[in-house]
């Protein structure tokens, strides 16, 4: 369990931060950069839950899904596996496969490209999709960089903006209140 007595540190008044092992970093090195877009998509993603109209599934999906967003950062902040570190497993992928699934069953083929917006709670799961895929091509990043990177890790960020995506049809009315591109419409 986690106990923060102090919320302030002063550790990173020099511009470096802890992993999770101890070791000292900056905190502009790829491995903080992935971690710290996790965590702003975590940010957002509790945004478009406070929004939310009384979907109690989908509050509780989002709310599970928050927790695993903290798995996830602790699984970045830790360059190399170590004894009872947290990491993301493919059950969590797999789960999110299976809510996407359940979701995109009850709407309706898309026919072209939808805008994000439509309802507010929809607009923001597009904004925490959006911050999400920044986060996935951060941690990508950080494993072309020659970082070891969790491969399931990558695949819950890419699972997890496809979820977002059909959350926020979800949000708009199954896809009945999207908002469609329509190609050169302002040319």
Sequence with gaps: MVKLNKIYTKTGDAGETRLATGQSVSKSSA??????????????????????????????????????????????????????????????????????????????????????????????????????RRAERRAIALGEAGETVNPEAIRYLNRLSDLLFVAARRANDDGASDVTWTPGANR
């Design 31 to 132: 491995r903080v950069e992935a971690y710290g877009a996790v965590d702003e998509a975590n940010s957002a993603i509790g945004l478009a839950r406070a929004a939310l109209d009384g979907d109690v599934w989908l509050g509780q999906t989002l709310e599970r899904i928050q927790n695993d967003m903290f798995d996830l950062g602790a699984d970045l902040a830790t360059p190399e596996p170590m004894e009872g570190g947290l990491t993301v497993v493919a059950a969590q992928v797999d789960r999110l496969e299976r809510e996407i699934d359940e979701m995109n069953a009850r709407q309706a083929p898309l026919e072209s490209f939808v805008l994000p917006g439509g309802s507010e709670s929809a607009a923001r799961l597009h904004v925490a999709r959006a911050i999400t």
